[in-house]
T-cell receptor, first 117, second 113 residues
């Protein structure tokens, strides 16, 4: 069974289009994340949600809008796609995020490679 | 702001040799340090982690050490095998910032048979 799944795996689209990437986890976790991996393989947090509530929003353009219909799903919608949005997007989940000194292993999905032409 | 520096960016070793990857973090609020292995076309997979109250942890051929005073942590892989070839990332967890993981730049490890 896949713990964290993403669809689609590949997404090729034209500049200016709107697209969505879906993520689902079957681990029963409360916290989900979106990361962006650029062409140099650098991984950077974009958003996190805990039980459908936004926790982290890292200076991401407002063209990116995460949506969490329930705690098992965190989708990423991107409006007016730009060339610079081309990257691999990873969804991850953890049991919790905790504001106190607690630790939470993050499990990553297989990634979605977005190519904007 | 918070930052994790990782070295080297590429590492090539002969099968059976050891490999060491080093990371330095900046934020004292970091309390948990995972290491991820990313194979081509796949997502990062956790291979080992260490908590801030522990100095060393070992799991078969891999070990991690942490020096909180110097803000250094390292990954050691012994008896390397070709299947260890991948990109390795260190990360620092910020418990006071929503559990954010700050990643190092990655090390591309190549193990030659």
């Amino acid at each position: 069974d896949t713990a964290v799944s993403q669809t689609p795996k590949y997404l090729v689209t034209q500049m200016g289009n709107d697209k969505s990437i879906k993520c689902e986890q079957n681990l029963g976790h409360d916290t989900m994340y979106w990361y962006k991996q650029d062409s140099k393989k650098f991984l950077k947090i974009m958003f996190s949600y805990n039980n459908k509530e936004l926790i982290i929003n890292e200076t991401v353009p407002n063209r990116f809008s995460p949506k969490s219909p329930d705690k098992a799903h965190l989708n990423l919608h991107i409006n007016s796609l730009e060339l610079g949005d081309s990257a691999v997007y990873f969804c991850a989940s953890s049991q919790d995020f905790q504001g106190t000194a607690s630790y939470n292993e993050q499990f990553f999905g297989p990634g979605t490679r977005l190519t904007v032409l | 702001g918070e930052n994790v520096e990782q070295h080297p960016s590429t590492l090539s070793v002969q099968e059976g040799d050891s490999a060491v990857i080093k990371c330095t973090y900046s934020d004292s609020a970091s309390n948990y340090f995972p290491w991820y292995k990313q194979e081509l076309g796949k997502g990062p997979q956790l291979i080992i982690d260490i908590r801030s109250n522990v100095g060393e942890k070992k799991d078969q051929r891999i070990a991690v050490t942490l020096n909180k005073t110097a803000k250094h942590f390292s990954l050691h892989i012994t008896e390397t095998q070709p299947e260890d070839s991948a990109v390795y990332f260190c990360a620092a967890h910020l418990y006071n910032q929503g559990g954010k993981l700050i990643f190092g730049q990655g090390t591309e490890l190549s193990v030659k048979p």
